[in-house]
């Protein structure tokens, strides 16, 4: 016990040595605190449960992102959403419809399983290109974590985003 003791005391750090400290690395893309791959015509990740709110406020997807960015949108539904969306059933026929739509991209997935929170935060942390859309508050706090992703959502009956340069047009409330 005394040997350790000892051992414990012989190692006072040296002032004089250079101090190594951790620092996060940043992809390249995010130039100070924006986005330089996020511009017109933007690309915006869809989750499940947005495409129902806009239903339940009676929302057109396409044009109200329109509407709320002052550019051209193209809604990306990845294969996990879709899923999702045909595991809930017939009470949700109009949103696998509106998933349908042709002017929606689909993205396909390669991992294992249909959990879609999972697969979009995954893509987003991968590909800065992406604005998220949910109301959904547990995946919007994971996409907070993540530098230089702007998130859509819902409010008042309109679209509104967060976290967006305002070099981009979009507006402010």
Do not use: W
Not at 82 to 103: C, F, H, S, T
Not at 116 to 121: F, I, M, R, T
């Amino acid at each position: 016990e005394k040997e350790r003791a000892k051992a414990a005391v012989k190692k006072k750090k040296d002032p004089s040595a250079i101090k190594e400290r951790e620092v996060p690395q940043h992809p390249s893309c995010l130039f100070f605190q924006y986005n330089t791959q996020l511009g017109p015509p933007y690309h915006i990740l869809v989750d499940t449960n947005f495409i129902n709110f806009s239903i339940k406020a009676k929302l057109d997807l396409v044009q109200s992102m329109m509407d709320c960015l002052y550019a051209k949108c193209i809604p990306c539904i990845t294969d996990c959403v879709m899923g999702e969306i045909e595991k809930l059933g017939q009470k949700y026929r109009v949103a696998l419809r509106i998933a349908k739509d042709p002017r929606f991209e689909r993205l396909p997935c390669m991992h294992k399983g249909t959990y879609a929170d999972d697969c979009l935060v995954q893509r987003v942390t991968q590909h800065k290109c992406y604005i998220v859309a949910t109301v959904d508050k547990e995946l919007k706090r994971r996409i907070r974590k993540i530098p230089g992703v702007p998130i859509m959502y819902i409010s008042r009956h309109r679209y509104n985003i967060e976290r967006m340069p305002d070099d981009y047009g979009a507006p402010r409330f």
